[in-house]
């Protein structure tokens, strides 16, 4: 990150002093931020498309963060980070399955969320890039994944992957036939320590099989090993 282009973070969230903490430590990080109070701003805000990453508040004013992080995934797959209280366990599961790529729990500590956010920006940043002139593509078959691109073709037809399903899909592509725990997955997908529950991983494989399988109910890409975890195969 240089000083001339710093990231933009989208701060929606009603609690002004969650918020101004939050930006202050941002900016010392060398963020630039943007705020909303409540939901119709943020997601107008969201979908001015011109931010890197969005820390989004469940409950808001107007539209709640729900609604916003289905509506922004229509049109974005810019990442999303939850902020969710303590006791709505069933909300980090909610924010998942609507396509938020993580969320982090209330009261958190600053550390925490400002690891998050650069882990989580990180990997925007790889996609971003320009493409190099000699694209590293792995052909699974009626399978493509473009490393260089983060584009995953099937059949020729592209899928719209968020990039936290981009990267499961890659992990266990590159380890063809090879059995990981839904732990070593979140350690080795999500990337840094992991303070959330294996259900995120469960989720994950669940929205990635829906775009990615003819049959999520019967999938030929993605199998699970009862008991153990996930692993990728090659269809036949
Ligand atoms: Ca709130």
């Not at 990150?1 to 609690?15: A, G, R, S």
Request: net charge negative; with cysteine; charged share 35%.
């Amino acid at each position: 990150m240089t000083e001339n282009n710093p990231k933009k973070i989208l701060i929606i969230e009603d609690e002004t002093s969650i918020s101004d903490i939050i930006k202050f430590n941002l900016k010392k990080e060398g963020y630039a931020v943007e705020t909303a109070y409540d939901g119709k701003d943020g997601l107008d805000k969201a979908l001015s498309g011109n931010c890197d990453l969005i820390l989004l508040d469940v409950m808001l004013p107007i539209m709640d963060g729900f609604e916003i992080c289905r509506r922004v995934r229509e049109h974005s797959s810019v990442p999303i980070l939850m902020l969710t209280a303590k006791e709505e366990e069933v909300d980090k599961v909610l924010g998942l399955e609507l396509g938020a790529d993580d969320y982090i729990t209330k009261p958190f500590g600053m550390r925490e969320l400002i690891a998050r956010i650069k882990a989580n920006i990180r990997r925007t940043a790889q996609m971003t890039e320009p493409p190099q002139a000699s694209s590293d593509t792995r052909d699974f078959g009626s399978l493509q994944i473009d490393l260089t691109r983060f584009e995953v073709r099937k059949n020729g037809q592209r899928l719209d992957l968020t990039l936290r399903e981009f990267e499961l899909l890659r992990y266990l592509a590159e380890h063809e036939e090879r059995v990981f725990s839904r732990e070593q997955l979140l350690e080795e997908v999500w990337g840094y320590e992991y303070y959330g529950d294996i259900r995120t991983v469960d989720v994950t494989v669940r929205r990635l099989r829906e775009k990615l399988e003819d049959d999520p109910a019967q999938p030929a890409y993605i199998l699970t090993r009862r008991g153990i975890g996930y692993y990728f195969r090659r269809p036949q």
